[in-house]
């Protein structure tokens, strides 16, 4: 079975999230606590982690409090993406939606604005660089600074392993037999470097390993081995190396397979 295409990527490599944007505040006092509060901050709201790329999403807030002088504030949202492991570094994601810089109302004390991204790739962490920028008469720049998120990160999908079927055929070495063991991908995360074992009457035959198992797909694997006289057992991932969703149906026993002609 082919892999469902994730129509989510922009020139092969950016993401194609949607992204909403909501003026959540933009006039009127807030209430001061004892230390001075920042004058910008960002942080992550909300953070949707699914293993459904669809249920994925990420709710930013931006916040900026006015400077003496200042007449309006803005902000611009930049998405930052990091694939793979943690000592890869974020890179900027081109969406034309976050192109925009976010404006106050003119004479606002505080100005907050928060911004949703959605569709997030497996496996990836997220968060967004905010410029701030307050102007003041004749739109004169008082001050500008850019503050960073937190991490929304999202899991990175599953394989399921499972050994579906065994077989045999004669080897041309008298008392042997080629097994053909089929080991399927039934999660929708890729297997890399797979081991399969075989055991024939509970001694163990012979081992194997499928370089890459990609989701919803099978591989057949030969092991050669002595002939069968009660039971054989195949056994894929069993050192449980590899994550999976199930490791309930990563073995195999069966009855004595007759050789095909």
Request: charged share 15%.
């Amino acid at each position: 079975m082919s892999r469902p295409l994730l129509a989510l990527l922009i020139a092969g490599a950016a993401l194609a999230a949607s992204v909403t944007g909501a003026l959540a505040a933009q006039s009127g006092s807030s209430s001061t606590p004892s230390s001075k509060p920042s004058q910008s901050s960002v942080t992550v709201a909300v953070c949707h982690p699914s293993d459904v790329v669809a249920e994925r999403f990420a709710t930013f807030s931006g916040q900026m409090r006015a400077l003496p002088g200042t007449k309006r504030m803005t902000m611009h949202f930049t998405l930052l993406e990091r694939l793979g492991s943690v000592s890869t570094a974020f890179k900027p994601v081109s969406l034309a939606d976050l192109k925009a810089w976010r404006r106050s109302k003119s004479g606002a004390h505080t100005f907050i604005y928060t911004q949703k991204v959605t569709a997030l790739r497996d496996g990836g962490a997220y968060r967004v660089r905010v410029q701030f920028r307050w102007y003041g008469a004749n739109k004169t720049l008082l001050r500008s600074t850019t503050v960073r998120s937190g991490t929304c990160r999202q899991p990175a999908p599953l394989p399921d392993l499972m050994v579906s079927s065994i077989t045999s055929m004669d080897a041309a070495a008298a008392g042997q037999r080629i097994y053909s063991i089929t080991v399927a991908n039934n999660g929708q995360g890729d297997a890399r470097n797979v081991p399969v074992a075989l055991k024939v009457d509970g001694a163990v035959a012979g081992n194997s390993t499928v370089d890459l198992l990609p989701a919803q797909e099978s591989s057949v694997v030969q092991i050669m081995g002595p002939a069968c006289a009660f039971m054989v057992r195949a056994v894929a991932n069993s050192g449980r190396l590899i994550p999976e969703t199930d490791y309930s149906n990563d073995s195999l026993t069966a009855p004595c397979p007759q050789p095909n002609s």
